[in-house]
């Protein structure tokens, strides 16, 4: 089972433009990841929930199916 950090995992996957925006996410308590809050280093898996809190008030939930750790 295949495992990345967070703040990578964000990047590749495009819902940030940079791994330093992903991590400034990280760190003002904007993701949450199986309901607790997320620090960039945690290592995401298949079958977690991921919360984001977007500008507005909106609020993007992810389930994550499958973890690639680089860019195709």
Same mark, same amino acid.
Request: hydrophobic share 40%; net charge positive.
């Given at each position: 089972? &295949? &495992?990345?950090?967070?703040?990578?995992?964000?990047?590749?996957?495009?819902?940030? !433009?940079?791994? @330093?925006? /992903?991590? #400034?996410? *990280?760190? @003002?308590? $904007?993701?949450?990841?199986?309901?607790? !809050? /997320? $620090?960039?280093? #945690?290592?995401? *898996? &298949?079958?977690?929930?991921? $919360?984001? $809190? !977007?500008?507005? +008030? #909106?609020?993007?939930? %992810?389930?994550?199916? +499958?973890? /690639?750790?680089?860019? %195709?």
């Amino acid at each position: 089972l &295949s &495992s990345v950090h967070l703040d990578i995992w964000l990047d590749i996957t495009c819902l940030f !433009r940079i791994r @330093s925006e /992903a991590k #400034r996410a *990280c760190e @003002s308590e $904007k993701i949450y990841i199986n309901q607790q !809050r /997320a $620090k960039p280093n #945690r290592l995401i *898996c &298949s079958g977690d929930k991921i $919360k984001i $809190k !977007r500008p507005f +008030g #909106r609020l993007q939930i %992810l389930h994550v199916m +499958g973890v /690639a750790e680089q860019h %195709l």
